[in-house]
Every structure is written in structure tokens, then in C-alpha cells.
């Protein structure tokens, strides 16, 4: 979860506003992704869009 924070504060710092990603719905990675404040978007049959706010 530290290495996700760094990057979004870099991200941020850099003058990005938003940051996204695209992750399988069977990973056990979206309960992080959600954790750390990204939101589902959209989705098709196998992965989520996700979206956060910086």
C-alpha cells in the first residue's frame, strides 16, 4: 500500500487530477484499489475500470 500512496502523491505533485486503472475482477487487488480510494466506473465481463481522484 506505501509504493500505491508514493505513486499517487507523484502523480498528483506532477499536476495529474485523475488516475485510473483497469484490474480482473477475480484479483484480490480491488479490495486495495478500493482501500485506497479508487471507484469502479465500469466494468465488462472480466475486469473493472477504476478511477481516483488526486
Not at 18 to 29: C, D, E, I, R, T
Not at 37 to 44: A, H, I, K, L, S
Not at 46 to 54: A, G, H, K, T
Amino acid at each position: 500500500m506505501e509504493m500505491m500512496r508514493r505513486m499517487l502523491e507523484l502523480l498528483k505533485s506532477q499536476g495529474w487530477k485523475w488516475a485510473s486503472l483497469s484490474v480482473q475482477k477475480a484479483n484480490y487487488a480491488v479490495r486495495m484499489y478500493e482501500a485506497a480510494g479508487f471507484r469502479t466506473v465500469d466494468e465488462n465481463a472480466e475486469e473493472y475500470i477504476m478511477v481516483r481522484e488526486l
